[in-house]
């Protein structure tokens, strides 16, 4: 009981080993979740109704992929692969990571039509849990393969994130094209077969907007909008290219050479396996590229192509709708760099546009037939995880907005021809529903239950509501568009093939159903006739059309039409439209589902309840060196661990100090259960040098709890925590002397709102903290706040402002000044510039106070974009911006004004924004100039002179 570390070691302890055993029992972190055990597999998955059967079906298609794609790929991973079963989004996606051992996690939810229309990924599809595994466990294959000095670390290491997976440099473009390609060619689908790549590849050759090499070796944020993420289009297409050119086995070296470390980066493999000069290699590419997307303009453009008139420029609009009485078009936007996305109203009189709703929002609009109401989708958080889309209602007589349900997991409303009740699809993860919903009384019942995951889309009525027109797709990739009472009896099919049919609605006279469809490899408008069954093409484009809308009087119709810039509305008169009967025939889906696995009849697998302890123990090792405090060497380990589910994780580093005798430890620990709460635990016993021959033991414990109230518009945090630290001197002092135990207790909230219109955007945040301070010598209370507002240009603060403000019943606790300089040379100073009471030009520190009050303000009116990488190195010069700031900022220990406490600054900067490791991860190089304008003089500056300072940051 000599020491801090001593008499509290066994809290410490006791703290971690409450961690462990929460980990180790499952509970509450992992309540209701099992886990079945495949050959080559561990699938978790929460304890629902079906859960079970749907993780038997992803148990299956994952070993048969697992067969074909070893085989394929021509490497065998050494453990089983965990797949993580995800039912807490509305939006399909899948990942893969390979950093403490191979991870897929799976949202089980299939793709819907705004998702192709941004990235490409559509039903255009078989099976949906085939393609998604597919891709997701290609990028397991790829990234996890190894050989050579790699496989060498591995047995002695372990597995280190990054180190032992070189993969990782081969970029976001050919990682993600290779999974692309595993998913097209080894699947009855994928996007590299759907036309939607095609339309986005034939676009950029024609309008000559294809990006860089540079430009596309990463997911940037580039100025011209770029679909499909960059990296997996072009990504796709560079990996295609040499498949077909060269053949598999190059793609094959490519990754042998990487995981092997025999190259290093992309540029390099290539050279190396294709004996060709990246620039060579890029050339031939976009030879490739024109070539066929020329000759293919040149055959579309011999049919004759349809005239249309632009009504929107290229802000990514969807979706239009007429007004029952036709003066008004509703639509929204998918959201782009340049553009928010929102709700929008079109007064076609006058032109003008106006947003009723900024955010996005996922379904088009539907009209009430009084015209008063405008029913749709959005998404949003229902509680910490779960990110669902509900219907909306916007009243256009009060200009107000309500939201009908809640968890509703909604989509594509669509009116009764009363008012009184609406029609719209369910999601329960892979299955659909076609429901009806009653406002007044706030009740939902099911109006047809399709077969096991049939997937039901933009539900419409005829005019006499009597029918209900729908697109469904089913199991083999058939794509239908069917008609049923609006009850639910007779459903039956118009049409059924494997062209992507989509977006039903009826003309005004009640005669035909139009639709998009890409029968004929180009997304066109159709027309089908219900009474006859005679389908008629009625558009030709180079790039492609989508969502007809016809005006009430049927005199024209407003479509999507794509572009370089990405989509706009367009107007089609109707003495334009082809109406070209092209024949087709029904067919019929297949009556077993082609996604059920063959293995699935005859293989039960094991199912267990989920431990973490299986994937959270440590996975690798590294050593650490250090120099000792009392100059000794000091030897050690580090190593950390994180369970499937992302509940635990850890951080571990602990040394002996030979010539000290003491050994040092440092433990980061999460704790993340179930709902909004989330831990942290950090603990620290540390030997430091204070002097010479003279060193001191540093003991720190910090822990904290947050409370989280996510939003897409909103984000909100409470928060909670305590730091304490002591240190104990060591020699020469014979006895070792105590300091007194400091610390904090603190508390506060945050909040970040995100909104726009149109061009603009701004993000505003806020906080307070309330804090309760100790020494041992002193104890106080203080509480600190700050509001902030940022316009954005173009995904980046163009113009800021904050301000902060504080007090203290501690003298001197808040310091105003410079940043903390990290080295200094004569008038030039380095550092962090992202210090909570900054003013440039000052020393750190300047001025102190128990109170304090500053105002940060600058802006950026000048911009010259850069969207220049270096080779394939993972560093891209995204843009430069010049501009000036104003920094004021005072603090004193009383309430009286003395002008000794107030520092005031202003300056210029120039930033370069780079993205690093090929995604947007965004740092600011910065390099400014600021001039004291009170007081006049201060240490390290003459009267009337500047100081120029560097700094790598983000913002103020």
Known sequence: MKVFWHRRQSIFISIFMFGLFLAATGKPAVAGMLTMETPHFNIHFRDNPHAEETAAQVAGIAEEIHATLTERIGYKPAGRTEIHLLETSDFANGFADVSYYNRIGIYLVSPTGETGWTSGLSMKVESWLRLVLTHEYAHILHLDMNGGAIAGLRRIFGRVPYLTTPNFILTNAYIEGFAVYAETVNTGGGRGVDPYYDMFLRTAVLTDTVPTFDQMLGIYSLDNWQPAGTAYLYGWSLVDYIARRYGEEKLAAINQSAGSLRTIGLFSALTRSLGLSPRVFWEEWRRDLEERYQAQAAELAAGGLTTFEELTGSVLAAQPAFSPDGKSLAYITLGKKTFYPGLYLRDLLSGEDQQLVA???TSRPAWSPDGRYLAYTKPDYVDEERLYNDIYLYDLERGEERRLTRGARAKDPAWFPAGD?????????????????????????????????????????????????VGVWFPGGYHGIALLKHDGSDFRLLLCDQANNRNPVFTP????????????????????????????KLTSTLTGFFTPAPAPRGEELVIMAYGAEGYRLARVRREDLSWEQVSFAVETPPAVAISTPTSLETEKYPVRKYSPLQTLKPKYWLPVIEEDAAKGLRLGIMTGGMDVLERHSYLLQVSHGFKSGKPNLLLDYWYDPPGRAAFCLRLGAVTKKAGAGIWYNHYTLDAGISLLFPGLSVNQEIFSGFSLEQSVNQPPSPVPEETPVSGLLYAGVNELKVSGEGTASHRRERGFVAEFCFTGQETGLAGEGFWKKAWLLRGVSRTALKISAGFSQLPGYFPLGGPHTLEQWENISTGNLGERYTVRGFDPGTVTGSGFFLLNAETYPFRIPVEKGLWDWPIFFRQVRGGGF????YAADSWDFTESGLIVAAGTEIRLTMDFLYGPNTLDFRLGAAWPLYPRVHAGSEAGGCRFYIGMSSEF
């Open 359 to 361: 955010g996005r929002v």
């Open 421 to 469: 009740r609406l029609v719209y699809v369910a999601y329960d993860n892979l299955e659909t529903y076609l429901c009806g919903y009653d406002p007044a009384t706030d009740e939902s019942g099911i109006i047809y239950a399709g077969s096991r995951e049939m997937q039901f889309a933009t539900p419409v009525f005829s005019l006499d509501g009597e029918e209900l027109a």
């Open 509 to 536: 006279d009640g005669k035909y159903i139009l639709f998009d469809s890409d029968r004929d490899g180009t997304h066109n408008i159709y027309a089908l006739a219900p009474a006859t069954g005679v389908l008629q």
């Open 886 to 889: 104003l920094d004021a900022g």
